[in-house]
């Protein structure tokens, strides 16, 4: 079976995007996914993407990880599938898209895509855990994925593999883990982001999940206001916008460009 693909990437946050409305893409096979996203040996990408029917939506969105795993959400993924499916034909320029995580809503533009997030649950502001005799504070918000975001001084000291794994991995977000964010707030009020994602187990280029939370979890505790720039590891700039509530925040939005890498399509 020969299946079509496109590369895209959302911040040089980079994915394999296939159209499955036809469902007949192997999904119980881990191994094959694993395979696409492999960087050495397959296409190569931070996720897999597959665009497939929806009874509610103008399309359904799974993630895949590269380990093989699926997640409920992934926005710079998101994004990048809202793109695609406007190119195709499959929805208008504003549309609804299912996810495991619920649905969610996007809006492609000329210079970029913009997404109305999963509402933020499991908000956690002032957390705190032990880390090899270490002391560490945190802030923890699912926006359709669960995040840890800690705030830092010097963003480019700070060892993103060697803590984001281990906190990653702590008894304290066990079993499914977490992904871990690192923070740095600038004089004029925009962030810094360096994220270590749980599944592709390495630091990403960016995260838009990630970077959403940590523009929330800044908002919420008064060091920046929505909205806000966040500058990636790829030098690219998110901006995270909403309304801040007692109960967390409503209306989120993720805000930034997506662009086309190559086309083509790989044998099954």
């Not at 549309?95 to 492609?108: D, R, S």
């Not at 840890?148 to 499914?176: K, Y």
């Not at 509530?245 to 083509?264: K, S």
Request: proline share 4%; aromatic share 8%.
């Amino acid at each position: 079976m020969k299946i079509k693909f496109w590369k895209m990437h959302g911040a040089r946050n980079d994915f394999v995007l296939i159209d499955d409305r036809a469902g007949t893409f192997p999904v119980s096979d881990r191994a094959f996914t694993t395979h696409l996203a492999a960087r050495h040996s397959g296409i190569g990408a931070e996720g897999v993407i597959l665009i497939q029917k929806s009874k509610t939506s103008g399309f359904l969105m799974r993630f895949f990880n590269p380990d093989g795993g699926e997640v409920g959400m992934c926005g710079n993924g998101a994004r990048c599938a809202a793109r695609l499916a406007f190119e195709l034909g499959i929805t208008e320029k504003k549309m609804t898209i299912e996810t495991p995580a619920g649905q969610i809503e996007a809006q492609v533009m000329q210079k970029g895509v913009r997404l109305w997030m999963t509402p933020p649950s499991g908000w956690e502001l002032n957390g705190s855990l032990d880390l090899t005799g270490r002391h560490l504070t945190y802030g923890f918000v699912n926006t359709g994925v669960p995040h840890v975001v800690m705030r830092t001084g010097e963003l480019r000291d700070v060892d993103v593999r060697e803590i984001g794994s281990a906190v990653r991995r702590h008894r304290q977000f066990a079993p499914e883990g977490t992904n871990v964010n690192f923070m740095e707030i600038s004089p004029d009020g925009e962030l810094t982001v360096r994220t270590y994602e749980r599944g592709v187990e390495a630091e990403t280029l960016a995260c838009g999940t990630g970077v959403t939370a940590c523009g929330l979890i800044a908002a919420k505790n008064g060091w920046v206001k929505l909205p806000v720039n966040v500058h990636t590891a790829s030098g690219d700039v998110l901006v995270v916008d909403g309304t801040l509530t007692e109960e967390g925040a409503r209306g989120i939005t993720l805000t930034g460009p997506t662009e086309h890498v190559f086309e083509g399509s790989i044998e099954y």
